[in-house]
Nanobody
Framework: QVQLVESGGGLVQAGGSLRLSCAASGLSFGAYAVAWFRQAPGKEREFVAIISRFGNTDYTDSVKGRFTISRDNVKNTAYLQMNSLKPEDTAVYYC?????????????????WGQGTQVTVSS
C-alpha cells in the first residue's frame, strides 16, 4: 500500500521558516517526481514546487527564491524548506508523486497524494 505522509506544518510568524517533510512508502520512490501543492480556504489546490527523479526542480513564481524542494532517495523522503513566509502562504500543503507528467500543474498527472499538513502564517 502506497503512503505519502506529510509533516512539519504549524503556526509561524511572517518572515519565519518551516520545513515540510513527505515520507513515502510502498513505492519505488526514486522513480517518481515529487511535488508540493497547497490549498487555501475557498481556493483551488495549486502547484508550489516539483523535483524530478533526476533532481531537477521547478517552482511557482510566488515562491521562487523563498522555497526550496529537495529529496533524499535513501530515506524515501522529500522536503520543502520554506523561508520568508508570508500570510498568503497559509494553506494546507500536500505532497504528490508522479511517475510521468507533461504539465506540473495537472493534478491528474499525480498517482499518489498525501493527507496534507496545515501551514499558518500570522502577520
Amino acid at each position: 500500500q502506497v503512503q505519502l505522509v506529510e509533516s512539519g506544518g504549524g503556526l509561524v510568524q511572517a518572515g519565519g521558516s518551516l520545513r515540510l517533510s513527505c515520507a513515502a512508502s510502498g513505492l519505488s520512490f526514486g522513480a517518481y517526481a515529487v511535488a508540493w501543492f497547497r490549498q487555501a480556504p475557498g481556493k483551488e489546490r495549486e502547484f508550489v514546487a516539483i523535483i524530478s527523479r533526476f533532481g531537477n526542480t521547478d517552482y511557482t513564481d510566488s515562491v521562487k527564491g523563498r522555497f526550496t524542494i529537495s529529496r533524499d532517495n535513501v530515506k524515501n523522503t522529500a522536503y520543502l524548506q520554506m523561508n520568508s513566509l508570508k500570510p498568503e502562504d497559509t494553506a494546507v500543503y500536500y505532497c504528490a508523486a508522479s511517475i510521468y507528467y507533461r504539465s506540473r500543474d495537472d493534478r491528474n498527472a499525480y498517482n499518489f497524494w498525501g493527507q496534507g499538513t496545515q501551514v499558518t502564517v500570522s502577520s
